[in-house]
Structure formats: C-alpha cells, structure tokens
C-alpha cells in the first residue's frame, strides 16, 4: 500500500480553531506503529519519533498502542471485515517497530478493536495520570487513529491530531478524516505547530 505523506490544504478551509496542547496535562497516544503496518508507518516514522521526542521533552507522556488478536479469543466484526488478515498476537507482524523512540517505562495498551478506549482501562488510566488532552498519532489514520480520537472527544478528552505523523493506504482516506475531525472533533497540528505550541508553555 501507498502512504498518504504528503496532504494538500484541502481540509484546511474546516480548521476553523486552533489551541497549542497543555504540557502539563496532555498524553501522546502513538496508535499500532507496529511492523504490520511498515509500509504505512515507515514513510512518517522521522515525523513520528519527533512527535514523541518533543513530547518527551515537555514532559509529556507518551503511550503506545499494540493491535492484536488472540487465537482464543472470541470472534468480533473485525474478523467480518478483514477475514484472515488479521494480526495474531506473538507473531513478528504484532511487535512494535523496532525504529520507533521507545523507551523501557512506556505504557503499551494491547487493543483488538479500532479505538484505544475499548475494554483497554486507557480512560481509567488517563485519569489517575490526570491528563485531559491527548495528542494522537500512528496509523490507519483513518481506522483506529479516527476511532480514538472520536472516542476519546466523546469521554471528555480536549483532542488534538497530527497531520503528518499519521498515515493510511491512501491521501483521500487521510484527507478525508482531517476534514471530519477538524470540523467537530480535534484541533490539527504537526510537527512544527507541535514544536513551537510547546515552547511557549
């Protein structure tokens, strides 16, 4: 699959608000930048390592997801949509990227479903870490990336969206949910909006 990397400004005629992200109570949430998804991931991983370093630097916490699938588990519509392409836990496909910025105390949130909120505890930990705002970024932009995004709006969570430290199959898919998103749900940024939003908190 292609990767949607660059955008035009077609969604930005929807960005009609704009808010820098408060350090002191914001997470970055780095959605299934796993080696499944490598074709996808690899184009904005530079932009995706300094989305997670400059978050670091402003003590931001940084949390990964993990999409997989157990064997046992029970079937859910997932399995109805993609079949047998589906990533199975304990396989290569369902680790982390190996070039990702990690580092040995991040929180890893296993999922098997679009958003990072479904029976996850993510919301239960956000609270007790006191955090109110998230920063979102990985991949599908416009699967689970959209998915928690919209869910962590619906929950009470103030949401911003990077525009280039995400990425899906292709740019009219990733146009398309940073149109949506921007006309109701988040407040986009990227790198460079990220950069300077943080250094004047």
Not at 25 to 33: F, G, N, P, R, Y
Not at 38 to 61: E, K, Q
Not at 79 to 94: G, K, P, Q, V
């Amino acid at each position: 699959m292609s990767s949607s990397t660059q955008t035009s400004a077609s969604y930005t005629k929807y960005e009609s608000r704009n808010r820098n992200p408060n350090p002191r109570s914001c997470a970055l949430l780095v959605i299934d930048v796993q080696n499944y998804f490598s074709s996808m991931a690899t184009p904005i991983l530079s932009n995706l390592n300094t989305t997670i370093n400059l978050c670091r630097g402003a003590s931001i916490p940084v949390i990964f997801t993990r999409h997989c699938h157990k064997p046992e588990e029970h079937r859910n519509l997932l399995h109805e949509w993609w079949f047998d392409d589906l990533i199975m836990d304990a396989t290569w496909e369902s680790q982390l990227m190996e070039d990702l910025e990690r580092e040995g105390g991040d929180l890893v949130v296993e999922k098997n479903s679009y958003s990072a909120f479904r029976k996850t505890k993510l919301e239960e930990r956000l609270v007790e870490m006191g955090v109110e705002e998230v920063i979102v970024a990985g991949v599908m932009t416009n699967l689970c990336c959209e998915t928690t995004a919209r869910e962590a709006f619906v929950r009470g969570f103030r949401v911003f969206f990077s525009v280039d430290a995400t990425a899906t199959s292709n740019v009219d898919l990733h146009e398309a949910t940073l149109k949506n998103l921007a006309y109701g749900f988040a407040y986009l940024l990227d790198c460079q909006r990220l950069k300077l939003a943080l250094s004047v908190n």
